[in-house]
Nanobody, 120 residues
Framework: QVQLVESGGGLVQPGGSLRLSCAAS????????MGWYRQAPGKQRELVAT???????NYAGSVKGRFTISRDNAKNTVYLQMNSLKPEDTAVYYC??????????????WGQGTLVTVSS
């Protein structure tokens, strides 16, 4: 079993910043990609940003230049620094990790989600 625990969501004014964290634990042999996705009310879940174990990153166009994803491989933790937040960033943010639990067995793990609300 793999558990992802997110933290850092909340209410912030437009233009403000928040930092999300997500720690993976459990029977993990290794983690390749980790990332953040979000789902706004009435919309489909969408990719926000991903980072590989080697540090290669990928961002959605809507957040490029405002959000920064990073990870601490030793702690199996991924972070999302969100700056210059806009009301349209309001969503539930989900952490994702592509894990190898043993040789040949891979698991796509998801966190429970953390709500980010950008409003004045």
């Amino acid at each position: 079993q793999v558990q992802l625990v997110e933290s850092g969501g909340g209410l912030v004014q437009p233009g403000g910043s928040l930092r999300l964290s997500c720690a993976a634990s459990g029977s993990i042999f290794s983690i390749s990609a980790m990332g953040w996705y979000r789902q706004a009310p009435g919309k489909q879940r969408e990719l926000v940003a991903t980072v590989t174990s080697g540090g290669a990153t990928n961002y959605a166009g809507s957040v490029k230049g405002r959000f920064t994803i990073s990870r601490d491989n030793a702690k199996n933790t991924v972070y999302l620094q969100m700056n210059s937040l806009k009301p349209e960033d309001t969503a539930v943010y989900y952490c994702n990790a592509v894990c190898t639990v043993r040789v040949g067995l891979h698991l796509d793990a998801w966190g429970q989600g953390t709500l980010v609300t950008v409003s004045s």
